[in-house]
């Protein structure tokens, strides 16, 4: 499945997906996420969005089309913060290093280094049970950055933490994608959400999905949060929502 | 806020303390009204058991002095003197001490071996569906099967003695270990998989670093039931097999046919008393090993 034949970091090239049980859910996807891009997919529930992103890891083959990506140290942000309620902060975010047989000093070094760029300093040996909403997800963030993934996937990552918490994942993650230097692909159906992080947002239609709309977002980063209080931001928001509106209909 | 600050790692965190201190404000509240009222939890938690059993003595020596009468009271004696006769009468008391040791040797073989079997084939079936289906119902069948039913058949293969004692047990606690085990170990998220998927982790991986600790909850489930099965079974065993070392069970069965009333009760007694020391042993072991995680591990 992995051709090393297209540009970008993340390319999908004509994918469909038709269920076995003849639920149609992506047609005729394609586009690419280069290094230094972030590009999110906004979409009605349902509409086949985290499938494209179990397409992009290989944990679902697709009935048409083909993707190229590395999937070797591939970076995949889940819904949920699925952190291992037996670990400790630290044994958590130490887990991917782990899978890949990395040395136990390296290991120890890339962890640390992932807990301070999310601001977990202290809460190492905290069990999952005793964080926040917001602080698992951090962790989660945390684990996947020891890996310092080329290519960083984002599958709806912040819908279960309160609208304050979110807004600042949603700063901190802008951040993580200046100074890490991935190639960003994230699913969220919050418009707001997109159009802050996003160097462009691409509009994905109800059942079977297909991108039916594509925003270059102009703003330049680091982005403060005050952004979201500017009239170009709400114009934007407006428009993407626009699109989001017609597609469903 | 400046350019400076939002690009500085810490002031998100700082926010994130905020909400953390706000929660452990009004996590405060509460328990600070507890402390006040501990006393008289303490008091509210053993003064209904205490009651209880007052009344249930109560109960006893009022049968046993009123109701029945002194030619037939060795069918009940009263309280004290199953006390004096039972645990002060230091033959007696040694004799059934002795016996309850050797029945808790044979419920803890019986419960290591179940224990062993029980993970083998758990972890088996853990690994292909299709053993799964092939065992299962064999389990089943063996979880149906009166363990009165199959004693003789069992001394019949094996004797008598300490090894029959042994089978039993392994028979009554095998399946709450297997199913129990089972169940742990296919209980890990979706996601979770997922993620060790996509980290190209092989199946002892995922079995050592996933599968078995996300079922340790459940496995210390099914050794609370099992271990207790366990002394039923040894104590069930040596009652009818009746040879060899002495256990509970062939004195339980020597005090009825002697018409030894006050030994009766006192066996009976001690026999439950392991039981609930056996139960709140491995409750211990359970808060141990996963107490510091696990979310709803009991006090």
Request: aromatic share 10%; net charge negative; charged share 20%.
């Given at each position: ?6 540009n ?6 004509g994918i ?5 049980d ?9 586009f690419s996420?280069?290094?230094?891009e972030?590009i999110?997919?906004?979409?009605p529930s349902?509409?086949?969005k985290?499938?494209?992103?179990r397409i992009?890891?290989g944990?679902?083959?697709p009935t048409?089309?083909s993707?190229?990506?590395?999937r070797?140290r591939l970076g995949?942000?889940?819904q949920d913060?699925?952190l291992?309620?037996?670990r400790?902060?630290?044994q ?5 290093a ?21 601001g977990?300093t ?10 926040s909403?917001g602080?698992?997800m ?6 996947t950055?020891t890996?310092?993934p ?5 599958d ?6 309160d609208e ?6 949603n ?16 699913i969220?159906h919050?418009?707001?959400e ?9 509009v994905?239609?109800a ?5 039916v ?5 102009p703003?330049?980063y680091?982005?403060q949060?005050?952004?979201?209080f ?18 469903h209909q | ?11 998100p965190?700082?926010s ?13 509240v ?6 006040k009222?501990r006393t008289?939890?303490?008091i509210?938690?053993?003064l209904p ?12 020596y009022?049968l ?16 004290h ?7 002060l ?7 059934m001490l002795?016996g309850?040791?050797s ?13 062993s079997?029980?993970f083998?084939?758990?972890?088996i079936m853990?690994?292909?569906?299709v ?16 363990i009165?039913?199959i004693?003789?058949?069992i001394?019949?293969?094996?004797g008598y003695?300490?090894?029959s004692?042994?089978?039993v ?5 095998l ?6 085990t ?12 997922d993620?060790?998927t996509?980290h ?6 995922r079995?050592?670093k996933?599968m078995?600790?996300?079922?340790l909850?459940a496995?210390?489930a ?5 271990a ?8 069930v065993?040596?009652f ?14 020597r005090y ?6 006050e ?7 001690l026999?439950?008393a392991?039981?609930?020391v056996?139960f ?16 709803a591990?009991?006090?």
């Amino acid at each position: 499945m992995t051709t090393a034949t297209t540009n970008g970091a993340l390319s999908f090239d004509g994918i469909g997906m038709i269920f076995p049980d003849g639920t149609e859910a992506l047609q005729d996807i394609t586009f690419s996420v280069d290094r230094g891009e972030f590009i999110t997919v906004v979409g009605p529930s349902g509409c086949g969005k985290s499938t494209l992103l179990r397409i992009a890891s290989g944990l679902l083959e697709p009935t048409a089309g083909s993707v190229a990506v590395d999937r070797d140290r591939l970076g995949y942000v889940f819904q949920d913060a699925t952190l291992l309620p037996w670990r400790t902060v630290r044994q958590n975010i130490e887990l991917l290093a782990e899978l890949h047989g990395f040395a136990a000093s390296e290991r120890k070094r890339l962890s640390t280094e992932a807990i301070e760029l999310v601001g977990l300093t202290g809460f190492e040996h905290h069990y999952p049970k005793s964080l926040s909403g917001g602080m698992k997800m951090r962790a989660s963030l945390a684990r996947t950055l020891t890996l310092k993934p080329p290519v960083f996937l984002f599958d709806e990552p912040f819908g279960a933490v309160d609208e304050i918490t979110r807004e600042h994942l949603n700063e901190e993650t802008q951040r993580l994608f200046q100074s890490e230097d991935f190639a960003g692909l994230f699913i969220t159906h919050s418009i707001r959400e997109a159009v802050y992080m996003s160097t462009k947002v691409y509009v994905m239609s109800a059942r079977p999905g297909r991108i039916v709309a594509e925003f270059d977002i102009p703003f330049s980063y680091p982005r403060q949060p005050e952004l979201r209080f500017e009239p170009d931001f709400a114009v934007l928001n407006g428009e993407v929502s626009h699109a989001l509106r017609g597609s469903h209909q | 806020m400046t350019l400076q600050e939002t690009s500085d790692s810490e002031a998100p965190a700082v926010s994130e303390d905020m909400v953390a201190g706000r929660a452990a404000m009004t996590d405060d509240v509460p328990k600070a009204y507890r402390v006040k009222s501990r006393t008289r939890e303490a008091i509210e938690t053993v003064l209904p058991p205490v009651l209880l059993g007052g009344l249930f003595l109560a109960f006893w020596y009022y049968l046993s002095l009123v109701v029945i009468d002194e030619g037939r009271r060795f069918l009940l004696k009263p309280p004290h003197q199953v006390v004096d006769v039972g645990f002060l009468d230091s033959d007696n008391f040694t004799e059934m001490l002795s016996g309850l040791w050797s029945s808790t040797k044979v419920a803890l073989i019986g419960l290591a071996i179940a224990i062993s079997i029980g993970f083998f084939l758990a972890i088996i079936m853990s690994q292909a569906k299709v053993l799964e289906r092939a065992v299962f119902p064999f389990m089943v069948t063996l979880q149906a099967i009166p363990i009165l039913a199959i004693v003789p058949l069992i001394g019949f293969w094996w004797g008598y003695g300490q090894t029959s004692r042994v089978v039993v047990c392994i028979i009554i606690s095998l399946f709450p270990i297997i199913v129990n085990t089972l169940f742990g170990l296919l209980s890990a998220d979706r996601a979770m998989h997922d993620l060790f998927t996509l980290h190209h982790a092989n199946r002892l991986t995922r079995l050592r670093k996933l599968m078995f600790p996300a079922a340790l909850p459940a496995v210390f489930a099914g050794l609370r039931i099992s271990a207790g099965l366990s002394v039923i079974g040894a104590i069930v065993g040596d009652f009818f097999f009746g040879r060899g070392e002495v256990g509970i069970g062939q004195l339980l069965r020597r005090y009825a046919n002697n018409l030894n009333g006050e030994e009766l009760l006192a066996a009976v007694i001690l026999s439950s008393a392991l039981g609930i020391v056996v139960f709140w042993t491995f409750g211990w072991l359970q808060n141990a090993a996963i107490g510091k995680w696990h979310e709803a591990v009991q006090k």
